[in-house]
Structure formats: structure tokens, C-alpha cells
Nanobody, 124 residues
Framework: QVQLVESGGGLVQAGGSLRLSCAAS????????LGWFRQAPGKERDFVAT????????DYAASVKGRFTISRDNAKNTVYLQMNGLKPEDTAVYYC?????????????????WGQGTQVTVSP
């Protein structure tokens, strides 16, 4: 059974940093793209960042570009999201997701596996 388990969420003040991790089990994702999405209360689940199978290609939502960095460690079957300069509008549940394909995508319908999410709350 494939599982993606996020960790690292929490409460932080505006301007602070958090590092999210997502550990995969049940299959290797070393040949697959991975991504992060987020969902605020009452809103749809939105794209945040994605990384290709080897980590050489990334893409970010405009709202987080320059502040967030996605990376991966294929040996650990883990993807990370370093979040700096956090803003109250970054408050959401953050989900990691895995694709069956190796190239990146910002479309949530193109992801096949999802974690349960981790809450990130940014206070003013």
C-alpha cells in the first residue's frame, strides 16, 4: 500500500520559516514527479510546487516563487518544502502528492497519490 506522510507543519509568526517533509512508502518514487499543494478553509486545493524525478526541474506557484523551495532525496524516498518569509495567507493544510510520470505538473488531477496533509498556520 502506497503511503505519503507529511510532517513539519505547525504555527509560526509571519516572516518565519518551516520545512515540510513527505516520506513515501509502499513504492519508490525515484522515477516519478512529486508535488506540494495546499488548501485553505473554504477554498480549493491549489498547486504550490513540483519537482521532476531527478530533481533538475521545478515549478512554483507565483504566490510562493522566491520564498519556497522544493527538493527531494530519492535515497530516502522523501520530498521537502522549505518555506521562508511566511505570510498569513500561506495558512493552509499542505499536501504532498506523487505522479506515476516523471515530469512535472501543476494540475492536481494529474497526481495519483496523496498524503493526509499537515497544517501550517501563520500568525500576523
Amino acid at each position: 500500500q502506497v503511503q505519503l506522510v507529511e510532517s513539519g507543519g505547525g504555527l509560526v509568526q509571519a516572516g518565519g520559516s518551516l520545512r515540510l517533509s513527505c516520506a513515501a512508502s509502499g513504492r519508490t518514487f525515484s522515477n516519478n514527479a512529486l508535488g506540494w499543494f495546499r488548501q485553505a478553509p473554504g477554498k480549493e486545493r491549489d498547486f504550490v510546487a513540483t519537482i521532476n524525478w531527478i530533481g533538475g526541474t521545478t515549478d512554483y506557484a507565483a504566490s510562493v516563487k522566491g520564498r519556497f523551495t522544493i527538493s527531494r532525496d530519492n535515497a530516502k524516498n522523501t520530498v521537502y518544502l522549505q518555506m521562508n518569509g511566511l505570510k498569513p495567507e500561506d495558512t493552509a493544510v499542505y499536501y504532498c502528492a506523487g505522479r506515476l510520470r516523471g515530469y512535472i505538473s501543476s494540475r492536481r488531477e494529474e497526481y495519483d497519490y496523496w498524503g493526509q496533509g499537515t497544517q501550517v498556520t501563520v500568525s500576523p
